[in-house]
């Protein structure tokens, strides 16, 4: 049995989410991680309900408010590999302004947007990727807002490893997995998932026939062409790794942390209240 | 100049405690200071003024009908003609000819040690303190020569020796913080909470603290709640509308069970209110803030040593009963400084020493236990899983919807109050025994009820006393409910327009005030006003 052995879902049978569930097990696996240092993290919704299924450290915290949390916790300890998965809503609707600005602050977790564009839990209104013209309860007349295109807002705000996969290519979606678990510094891999019962316009044909591989030729590091490369998504849709790019992580830059100690652990000198009373006097 | 003024008077052994009046700007508008100094502990600022030191025509203008009809007024000597009481002085004139027109507080600061009779000691010393070296030659020479303009004009009884300290309301809640254990602190900036920020980040690296400016008030709180969760005592500091953003977050933290200590430092209100000025206006809505049931406990800082002494307990018991606490400040106290005995660094016990021991494989994040405290372990650090969810859950911390388990989790999560109700602190009581007027107040008007108290008693033989809560939700009943019957008349002083403490306790106690002193202009009152409000029944 696995160490990350799954407890029971409940998701609907079909859903993409078990997938990539099952491709983040096999991530860890191949990785050597400890479940007891892994830390999931996810706001609220269908895909914020990883966490639970997953032998793992967990905190489910509020909806849109996963990134804040996990960003603090890795700065806690930075032993912990931090993971975030959660929905589209949760990270781009709700929590859109965390996601800009934890890309600036790049503290070194992952974030695995599980894209149904789609609102699950809450049966079926338009998420910030929903398509234009998409009809819900809610959209009665079809979505009248222009799709977020979260890989190129994420390459604008400075991410320094920014990825999109599809739940239904399980091999390609682990080796990803495995890359920005790897990264240092904050990574979004933002992954297309089918919702069998509330998206009928996004399905798994509709994104197996049109995703593609990025190939060798692919150079991630280079910006403008990752950025041209993410506005892709129509007829074909490219999934791989959009854009690279090696920089300081938050730690490392961080006068406290950057000795490489957690915070936790750091003993903290006996004289400090003294020596600070002393600027009183 | 304020700063060096009063630690030139802290040094000569007197007590002082100085008040800030400023803007909603950055530059202009009228900005002023207020010291009060004196042999006997001040505890707040007075009306009354004895002197004026103005820089401007307004300030003179302003000011100069709260002068005692023998005050002084130190300024500058083209305006000599406006009021009697100006010791002519051409202060700039002398500032300039010392080559530096900004010397001129030093030589005000040298006129006020002369005309008070203070020697000003340790001047170096002091005046490196505060101002950048390529200065402190020109201002020395002009603190001296402003020694020498003039007379001494007043002689205070001697200080009482003893080396005090002096720090803002503010400060002391930031160091109280370190002194519980704090290793991260998340805020937005905002007024009167920012200095918070500010100073704990210049003792980032000395008391090895993670401090995040967020991107909002939401974050804050949420990453204050991470980083908790993750083993780091937390805070997360703001002002009544960056509250209003983080209430969710307040229940989050109640529902997972995450230690958490969350300082509002209060202003007028609603909305923007008065940015700069003072109110405590946030009591009703901080104790029932966020949806749902949970407990919590709520602390009102009423002065400079509980705003240390109360900070630091605050991180221990969110730590031992895994609530949320709310730290109560206003602008009032955080702004204002005063010079106090040293803080006794010895007794305070910080949050880290409440250390779960677990059985390997036994660990339940959510064990339904005896007194609701289930045992809080760091993820990562042993071989259990570490679990949080706002969700309900069952002991595990996995999702359910089950109705007994809800039951279980809903009756123990409220249980812990039963053992924090235990060692909550009574109110203090100030004033005589003999009182038939009982006072009840809470937070910074600690300052201003006690001094009218002691002065009222001294001309009407202790007729007077009263109820000064700190701990004040879970409202503290018993001290409350023994000295109440005994008035003859009670009378709620707040500042805020409808009395929320007086509210408070008639709906927990049933007790009723008689009668309600409230201020709600943004300025804090002074014993001043409540003497007269208490000899005519009419405001000031
Ligand atoms: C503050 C708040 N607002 C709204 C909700 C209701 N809500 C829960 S999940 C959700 C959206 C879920 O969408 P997404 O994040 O895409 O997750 P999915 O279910 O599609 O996986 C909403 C609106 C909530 N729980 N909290
Ligand atoms: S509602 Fe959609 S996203 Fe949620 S479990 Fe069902 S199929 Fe999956
Ligand atoms: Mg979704």
């Known amino acids: 049995m696995s160490n990350f052995s799954t407890h029971q879902t409940a998701w609907c049978p079909g859903c993409g989410n078990f997938q990539i569930l099952d491709s983040l097990k096999t991530a860890l696996e191949e990785l050597g991680k400890d479940p007891y240092e892994v830390l999931m993290v996810a706001g609220i919704g269908q895909a914020a309900k990883l966490p639970q299924y997953i032998s793992a450290n967990f905190f489910c915290g509020l909806h849109g408010r996963s990134l804040p949390a996990a960003v603090a916790a890795k700065m806690a300890n930075e032993k912990l590999t931090v993971i975030v998965d959660t929905g589209d809503g949760d990270s781009y609707g709700e929590g859109g302004n965390h996601f800009i600005h934890n890309i600036r602050r790049n503290v070194d977790i992952t974030h695995f947007v599980h894209d149904n564009q789609i609102y699950g839990l809450t049966k079926g209104q338009a998420s910030p990727t929903s398509m234009e013209g998409m009809v819900t309860d809610v959209q009665v007349n079809g979505n009248a807002n222009t799709p977020l295109n979260p890989v190129l807002l994420a390459i604008a705000c400075g991410a320094g490893f920014v990825a999109r996969a599809f739940s239904g290519r399980k091999e390609h979606l682990v080796s990803v997995m495995k890359e920005a678990i790897e990264y240092k510094g904050y990574a979004i891999v933002d992954i297309l998932q089918p919702c069998v019962s509330f998206n009928k316009l996004n399905t798994f044909a509709y994104y197996n026939q049109r995703v593609y591989e990025l190939g060798e030729g692919y150079d991630p590091y280079n910006k403008i062409a990752a950025m041209e490369k993410s506005m892709e998504f129509g007829e074909k849709i490219p999934i791989g790794i959009l854009y690279k790019e090696d920089k300081a992580d938050y730690h490392q830059k961080n006068p406290v942390l950057k000795a490489g100690v957690p915070l936790i652990d750091i003993e903290r000198s006996p004289d400090v209240l003294k020596n600070i009373m002393q600027d009183f006097f | ?540």
Not at chain 2, 215 to 228: K, L, P, Q, V, Y
Not at chain 2, 427 to 437: C, M
């Open chain 2, 1 to 540: 100049m304020a700063a060096v003024l009063q630690k030139f008077l802290k040094d000569s052994g007197l007590y002082v405690f100085t008040t800030r009046d400023f803007m909603s700007r950055v530059r202009g508008g009228h900005n002023f200071t207020l010291i009060r100094f004196g042999a006997e502990q001040v505890l707040s600022h007075s009306d009354i003024l004895d002197g004026i030191i103005a820089f401007d025509e307004d300030s003179l203008v302003l000011h100069s009908k709260s002068l005692k009809p023998d005050g002084f007024i130190l300024c500058d000597s083209q305006w000599k003609d406006k009021d009697q009481r100006i010791i002519p002085l051409d202060l700039l004139g002398i500032a300039k000819e010392l080559g530096n027109a900004r010397t001129i507080g030093s030589i005000a600061t040298g006129v006020i040690l002369k005309l008070f009779d203070l020697e000003p000691v340790h001047i170096e010393d002091t005046l490196r303190k505060y101002i950048k070296k390529q200065y402190l030659e020109e201002n020395r020479n002009a603190l001296l020569r402003g020694y020498g303009l003039v007379g001494k004009r007043y002689s205070l009884p001697a200080g009482e020796p003893g080396e005090r300290i002096i720090i803002s309301g503010n400060q002391a809640l930031a160091f109280g913080a370190i002194a519980g254990g704090i290793r991260f602190y998340s805020a937005y900036p905002m007024s009167p909470s920012t200095t918070i920020l500010e100073y704990l980040s210049s003792k980032a690296t000395e008391a090895d603290i993670v401090v995040e400016q967020a991107e909002d008030e939401i974050a804050a709180i949420n990453m204050a709640i991470g980083a908790a969760f993750a083993g780091a005592p937390a805070m997360t500091g703001t002002s009544g509308g960056g509250f209003c953003l983080k209430v969710e977050a307040l229940g989050l933290s109640g529902m997972a069970e995450i230690p958490l200590v969350v300082a509002d430092i209060q202003r007028p209100g609603p909305a923007t209110g008065l940015p700069t000025r003072t109110e405590q206006s946030d009591l009703k809505f901080v104790i029932s803030a966020s949806h749902g049931e949970f407990p919590r406990l709520v602390i009102a800082l009423r002065s400079h040593r509980d705003a240390f002494y109360q900070t630091a307990r605050a991180f221990y018991l969110a730590r031992k009963y895994q609530i949320p606490v709310i730290i109560l400040s206003d602008q009032y106290l955080a702004d204002s400084y005063a010079s106090i005995e040293p803080y006794e660094l010895d007794g305070v016990q910080p949050a880290q020493e409440l250390e779960a021991v677990v059985e390997e494989g036994t660990y339940l994040r959510y064990r339904i236990t005896e007194d609701g405290i289930s045992p809080l372990l760091v993820p990562g650090k042993t071989k259990n899983f570490v679990t949080s969810d706002s969700d309900e859950h069952d002991e595990r911390g996995w999702i359910t919807e089950s109705a007994e388990v809800r039951n279980q989790m809903m009756e123990k999560r409220l249980r812990k109050l039963i053992k924090l109700k235990e060692e909550l602190q009574e109110p203090e009581f100030v004033g005589e025994d003999t009182y038939e007027t009982l006072f009840l107040g809470w937070g910074s008007t600690y300052g201003p009820i006690t001094e009218a108290v002691n002065r009222l008693n001294r001309e009407t033989s202790g007729k007077y006393a009263a109820l000064l809560f700190g701990d004040i939700y879970p409202l503290p009943e018993k001290l409350l409910k023994e000295k109440a019957p005994r008035a003859k008349r009670i009378i709620n002083i707040e500042q805020n327009a409808t009395g929320q403490l007086a509210e408070l306790i008639r709906e927990k106690t049933g007790i009723v005030c008689d009668d309600s002193l409230l201020k709600y202009d943004g300025r804090q009152m002074s014993s001043d006003e409540i003497i007269s409000y208490t000899r005519k029944g009419v405001k000031l």
